[in-house]
């Protein structure tokens, strides 16, 4: 299977992860308050939806009293968050195929935002389910082998005997596939023994599109890294091959 976490966007994300920290954060604790409220429950072992968070938010080094006192909130009386999850799809230069998960309080004003964002940088918001056909959603564990401590065959063994799909070594990580229903029990299994990058449930592309036009290029960046620093944001998986 062809990397789909390239390792340079893996360390982009570490460099700008002091800067971008407290807004990662405050996404995830969204993320987590929907999950509880969702699910009606604060035990991740009663509420997958929330395990798959926490893996999440743990991987993003979020501290444990953070993903605490963001599940006693949610389970308050006096929380009056209202957060939904809406998806967009659209395309951007050249017919690259982009997936928005938000998080708001607010539809109209995301979708007018998201819309916006595809307008400027050369793309155009399509209809739901024009591009997520070409997509599959799959559990993925990004693990850490800068320093080459671990071994490539015990990581793979140690994966697959946890129910991993799928093992691929490229470029000083090591990348982890399961299916949705599959990734927490996984997770679980390799959380502790393994630095974990990232460990979240993704849209992986079916096929990759090159854009050779430094134009498209840099207009395309512009556009993830605006929908990246807005707030109701929380996911963007796109099939521009890096």
Not at 3 to 20: C, F, L, R, V
Not at 60 to 65: E, G, S, V
């Amino acid at each position: 299977m062809s990397g789909h976490s390239k390792w340079h966007n893996i360390q982009k994300t570490k460099g700008a992860a002091d800067a971008k920290r407290a807004q990662t954060f405050t996404k995830i604790a969204r993320e987590m308050i929907v999950a509880v409220k969702e699910g009606g429950s604060g035990d991740p072992a009663n509420n997958s939806r929330l395990a798959t968070v926490i893996a999440k938010a743990k991987a993003a080094n979020m501290p444990n009293d953070n993903i605490k006192r963001t599940i006693e909130k949610a389970l308050g009386s006096g929380n009056t968050d209202n957060y939904e999850s809406v998806t967009y799809e659209g395309y951007g230069p050249n017919g690259v195929a982009v997936i928005v998960e938000a998080m708001t309080d607010n539809r109209n004003r995301t979708a007018s935002e998201v819309r916006h964002l595809f307008d400027k940088y050369g793309g155009n918001l399509g209809a739901t389910g024009c591009v997520s056909w070409s997509f599959d959603k799959k559990g993925v564990i990004i693990i850490d082998n800068e320093d080459g401590e671990y071994n490539e065959d015990e990581v793979m063994e140690a994966a697959l005997e946890a129910g991993a799909d799928d093992f691929s070594a490229e470029d000083q990580v090591f990348e982890i596939y399961t299916t949705p229903e599959t990734f927490n029990d996984v997770a679980a299994a390799l959380e502790g023994k393994y630095k974990f990058l990232s460990a979240q449930v993704e849209m992986v592309p079916q096929n990759y599109i090159t854009l050779t036009d430094e134009d498209d290029i840099k207009k395309f960046e512009k556009m993830i890294d605006l929908m990246e620093d807005n707030d109701d944001i929380q996911n963007i998986w796109h099939n521009m091959e890096d």
